[in-house]
């Protein structure tokens, strides 16, 4: 009898210490921790909501892995386009770990994913640091051509001055040195001839002397010259193309290129791409047509 109590004993024992174990396996903030083997398993698998699923797990068990909050951060920023989760994760390491060797990096990706975050609002005005950028460098190369054009216009206005100023001077002198022309004396008409009494060669000669009325070309003695068609419209002008990018929304497009008339350019790139967006939200890569 006390034989059998004292395997009891040991069999207690081992499975306590096996317990004792696999908890302090869990304290692990490192590839000892079981959780975080599997969780690279997923990664060589290529599967990032599973990984993502064991780091929870071993936050579970010990919800300060410092370890586990920075690769959540990753996971959900960098491949679950979760930037909510992404920011909460890098949150907990920089409350965790202030002092820690990456807290200025995750300080700086809770920075990009707010950005992103408010990016990808719809109607929403935030723009990243990129964009704006982006935007200022348009306007600078907008602004230089400008100036350029009226440069051009200038130089061609002074051009046109000096043609037309020499075109007069040749014109006065052409004018002052051409010889007065005399105007020839009317030829004499020609005498009446007495029907009744004329030779019929004088009434024919008398007939050839008087020149044909002209008469009005038409339909019927010659074509008419048709006017050209002034009604006819022209040409609308081309469209241009837009490439969506991560954090682009219709509104945020239209704001760029239609400024200061971005709601009127929401309504135009909607109805170009109705075919292609539907309703459904924008894809990176989409190709969109904007009207002029």
């Known amino acids: 009898m006390s034989r059998k109590i004292s395997w009891v004993l040991v069999a207690s024992l081992a499975l306590a210490g096996c317990d004792l174990t696999d908890k302090q396996d869990l304290q692990y903030d490192d590839a000892r921790n079981p959780f975080y083997k599997q969780a690279q398993q997923d990664l060589d698998n290529n599967n990032p909501a599973a990984e993502a699923g064991d780091y929870e797990q071993a936050l579970g068990a010990n919800p300060k892995l410092v370890g586990a909050h920075y690769q959540l951060g990753h996971i959900y920023g960098d491949k679950l386009n979760d930037p909510i989760a992404s920011i909460f994760h890098f949150q907990q390491y920089v409350k965790l770990a202030p002092n820690g060797d990456k807290v200025d990096e995750v300080k700086a990706l809770i920075d990009k994913e707010s950005q992103a975050f408010a990016a990808g609002l719809p109607n929403s005005p935030a723009q990243s640091a990129d964009d704006y950028a982006r935007l200022q460098a348009d ?54 001839v007495d029907v009744a009494q004329a030779t019929p060669g004088a009434v024919a000669a008398t007939a050839t002397t008087t020149p044909p009325r002209a008469l009005p070309l038409d339909s019927t003695n010659g074509p008419t010259a048709t006017a050209p068609d002034s009604t006819t419209a022209p040409a609308a002008g081309p469209s241009r193309t837009y490439t969506v990018v991560k954090g682009d929304s219709i509104w945020k497009i239209a704001h760029q290129m239609y400024p200061g008339d971005t709601k009127n350019g929401v309504e135009k790139i909607q109805e170009a791409n109705k075919d292609a967006i539907g309703g459904k939200p924008l894809k990176i890569g989409q190709v969109l047509i904007i009207p002029q």
Do not use: F
């Open 139 to 192: 306007n600078a190369l907008l602004k230089k051509q400008v100036e350029d054009a009226a440069r051009t216009i200038a130089q061609l206005q002074t051009q046109l001055g000096k043609h037309h100023k020499a075109a007069a001077t040749d014109a006065s002198a052409t004018a002052a040195t051409a010889p007065v022309a005399t105007p020839a004396a009317p030829a004499p008409a020609p005498a009446p």
